[in-house]
């Protein structure tokens, strides 16, 4: 019932994660006990080591080194799970050459059959690296790997949260905190600051007491959210893109009653209204709707993508950088995608390491719309990584400068690091 490379993994006497699961063994084994290249590309990986970063979130990072001296770095979603699921899956990488990072990827998947979305992210972070190791083994930055680039700028949008409110309003009337004033100030702040684009959270409380079960908005709740679009849009008008954030939190009609309430805004989207499970709400949402929904961060691997696009459930996809399965799973996805018309706003909640990998997708993709950036409350989130070529910081004036360094082009900031450096972590760099 194992899978016929015949290793078993021991360590901390986990289970196997590669016992499929239907109890049955895969027809092909993507490992391979050599390859046939000249010396100088026959490569091998010989071990992976993870650290967690205390960010506004906890940036799982994954350093994949190599025989050749050289090494790389990824990013993981979801830091703690992923980064145990990456340190695990080692074990059967030991001797690969991270140039296949197509067969490497694929080896995963099939010897850890049904890990879901945090396997999907710690695989992520491990095929990043093999890009980043590939790019500095070529010489050449890792949007070449990925079929060259059609842009040099990466437009950013910034997640602007619940106006000047990022703390909970427990001890408030939410609507004392969550203002039109206060998301108007925020909007105006974060357009002086150089961004074309920002997104708001619109799932924020209305009411002292709310039931958050029910999902459903009364007439005060919505004419709540509206009021505070219209603030925003009346401080900074319509030359700006502006998002709204519902994080899957509303019943279907009440969705489509908020919905149309704002079409008058002429939003660039609104996301995730309702619960990512309900994919039949999802739908009948976005058809109802004159304007663009979005959806997708909770989505991995291009067929999910393609199953979304083929029902009507989106009209912007938004894969997750650091979660969706990879750089080429990425470009897959963007193609697919493609096919049925439809643009890509990465979902991007990471450190400057994987927003630079973000950006170096996103270079290498025709449909990109825009990246989103979580981390406006962080003030040293520019200083983590430095580039390798050039100066200048990762992020300026609401554009990233695709780097043009060998692999993803960037070097962790080692002081840093080990400033914000999760407790039971070793430092890696």
């Not at 010989?46 to 979130?57: P, R, S």
């Not at 554009?399 to 972590?425: H, S």
Request: charged share 30%.
């Amino acid at each position: 019932m194992y899978y016929p490379t015949g290793k078993v993994m021991t360590q901390n006497d986990q289970p196997d994660y590669r016992i499929p699961q239907d109890g049955g063994v895969p027809w092909r084994d993507m490992g391979m006990e050599e390859t046939h290249r000249p010396p100088e590309r026959d490569v091998k990986i010989t071990d992976i080591k993870t650290m967690a970063i205390a960010g506004n979130f906890t940036w799982g990072i994954v350093k994949v080194e190599t025989d050749a001296g050289v090494y790389g770095l990824g990013e993981t979603f979801r830091a703690e799970a992923a980064l145990d699921m990456a340190g695990r899956v080692g074990i059967d990488l030991e001797g690969e050459n991270p140039l296949d990072t197509d067969r490497v990827r694929e080896l995963l998947e099939q010897r850890y059959t049904g890990c879901g979305r945090i396997g999907q992210a710690a695989f992520t972070a491990i095929e990043t690296a093999c890009y980043d190791i590939k790019g500095k083994l070529f010489d050449v930055p890792v949007y070449e790997l990925l079929g060259g680039k059609y842009r040099d700028e990466i437009k950013i949008y910034c997640d602007t949260h619940g106006g000047e409110s990022l703390g909970e309003a427990r001890d408030h009337d939410p609507k004392d905190v969550y203002t039109p004033e206060s998301y108007a100030r925020a909007a105006r702040e974060v357009v002086d600051e150089g961004f074309e684009a920002l997104k708001f959270d619109l799932d924020v409380p209305t009411h002292a007491s709310y039931d958050e079960a029910n999902r459903r908005m009364d007439n005060e709740a919505l004419e709540h959210k509206v009021s505070l679009v219209e603030a925003v849009r009346d401080e900074i008008g319509y030359d700006i893109d502006l998002g709204m954030d519902l994080h899957w939190n509303f019943t279907t009609e009440t969705a489509i009653r908020l919905g149309k309430k704002l079409e008058r805004f002429d939003l660039a989207w609104l996301e995730d209204p309702v619960p990512p499970e309900k994919t039949e709400s999802q739908k009948r949402v976005t058809q109802a709707l004159d304007m663009p929904v979005l959806t997708g961060e909770n989505l991995v691997k291009a067929n999910q993508f393609n199953t979304a696009a083929r029902e009507g459930m989106m009209d912007i996809a938004a894969p997750d950088i650091n979660k969706c399965g990879g750089l080429g799973e990425y470009v897959d996805i963007a193609t697919v995608c493609d096919l049925y018309g439809i643009p890509v706003a990465s979902h991007n909640i990471s450190s400057p390491l994987g927003t630079v990998a973000g950006a170096h997708v996103s270079a290498a993709i025709p449909n990109f719309l825009c990246m989103e950036w979580h981390s406006r409350d962080v003030p040293w989130w520019n200083e983590m990584c430095t580039r390798v070529e050039g100066s200048g910081p990762i992020l300026e004036d609401g554009y990233i400068d695709v780097p043009e360094g060998p692999g993803l082009g960037v070097e962790l900031n080692r002081d840093l690091c080990e400033q914000y450096l999760v407790d039971g972590y070793d430092l890696i760099i």
